[in-house]
């Protein structure tokens, strides 16, 4: 049977703090890599790749939730483990490049017992993330 990821799983270690109850989506994603010069090598592994992780979550100030580890770090480049909750699946392990102060939005609108909440906010990973199989 093969090792599915499951979507009730997911986890990020920022920083050596893991996170899961402010987070509703991470994907890492690639995409062809914005450059004005495609080397051979390059073009050899079938050109270069910029990687990051797109998030969406909610927002908290508890000084150890994702939002305020964010805005504390804003700017820095922090350590990342992305996993899944298995101890059989693996993981993505690299840096990870917090962006600047607001780029995950506060506030939203009004709402008698809703929950603010951010959606598509883009990290970009430093370099190209290493897959270790457990």
């Known amino acids: 049977m093969p090792n599915r990821v499951k979507a009730n799983s997911i986890a990020i ?35 270069s790749r910029d990687w990051y992780i797109e ?6 100030t508890d000084a150890t939730g994702f939002f305020m580890i964010c805005w504390n770090a ?8 992305l996993s899944t909750t298995s101890a059989t699946a693996g993981k993505f392990t690299g840096t990870l490049r917090i962006p600047a ?13 809703g ?5 598509g906010v883009r990290f970009e990973v430093v370099g190209t993330p290493t897959w270790t199989a457990t």
């Open 55 to 60: 998030m969406s979550g909610v927002t908290s």
């Open 13 to 47: 270690k920022v920083n050596s703090v893991v996170h899961t109850a402010d987070l509703s989506n991470i994907m890492l994603q690639s995409e062809d890599a914005s450059t004005d010069v495609t080397t051979f090598a390059d073009a050899a592994v079938g050109g």
């Open 101 to 113: 102060k607001g780029a995950i939005p506060f506030g939203g609108d009004a709402s008698a017992d």
């Open 115 to 119: 929950t603010f909440s951010w959606s």
């Open 74 to 81: 804003a700017g820095t480049e922090v350590p990342f483990e």
